[in-house]
């Protein structure tokens, strides 16, 4: 079986084959590739040859295509994740992109795209690196920038019940346009919560969380 790669941009057209949506990657395991090398040993100490780490990386791209053409998104993203790991290269990381796209999560999207373009460059065609480069100065002009402000300062922040790294924190944010949830938990007061959309750009209020203690009241606000 033919592994397809996901449409990224107009200019992989070069690419296209039978199925629209899809393209295929140059670089992708091919049908020689033996489907009777199985899965890798459970046996950590035990190495896994090369056919069946292309057998687990076909299999995993194959099944994140196929989810993502069902409208499966987070699933094609676990797929195309497990993808990587089994062999890291550019195309799953484009396939990541493209999923946290039509999930509207574009700060991951950018993400990965700048890890496919820092870490495999060199096995991108021109053509493609400078679309993948594109797409990410793109999406970047699409991000809201948010500085979020708590009190006491080590509360630990969730951002649409995602953690949010205690250094990450502590600069403007890169969100998606639209709403997103804010919360705030720190030992000895109570957890913090509040809403607020925000919209592309640099001009978004900061978002203020002021906790008290387990006795006193809740308190929030946006400033």
């Known amino acids: 079986m033919r592994t397809w790669f996901i449409q990224i941009f107009v200019c992989f057209a070069c690419w296209l084959v039978a199925t629209p949506a899809l393209a295929q990657p140059g670089e992708a395991p091919t049908s020689e590739t033996p489907d009777a090398a199985g899965e890798p040993s459970g046996d950590p100490s035990t190495p896994v040859d090369e056919p069946a780490r292309k057998s687990e990386y076909q299999r995993h791209l194959d099944n994140g295509v196929k989810l993502y053409r069902d409208g499966n998104y987070p699933a094609a993203i676990a797929e195309f994740q497990e993808a990587y ?4 290269k550019a195309s799953p990381l484009i396939n990541l992109a493209l999923s946290y796209k039509k999930l509207f999560q574009y700060a991951k999207a950018i993400k990965v795209l700048e890890q496919a373009l820092g870490k495999h460059a060199e096995t991108m065609k021109p053509v493609h690196k400078q679309a993948a480069e594109t797409e ?4 970047k002009a699409l991000l809201a920038w948010v500085t979020v402000r708590m009190s006491p300062p080590t509360a630990q922040l969730f951002i649409d019940d995602e953690r949010v790294a205690f250094e990450d924190a502590l600069k403007p944010l ?5 709403g997103h949830k804010f919360r705030a938990q720190a ?3 109570k957890e913090l919560e509040v809403s607020q959309t925000v919209t592309s750009g640099m001009n978004n209020p900061s978002v203020t969380l002021t906790g008290s203690r387990l006795k006193g009241e809740r308190y929030t606000r946006i400033v």
């Open 187 to 189: 030992d000895g007061y």
């Open 85 to 88: 790991k089994a062999e890291p």
């Open 174 to 178: 890169a969100l998606s346009p639209g």
């Open 136 to 139: 990410a100065r793109e999406l």
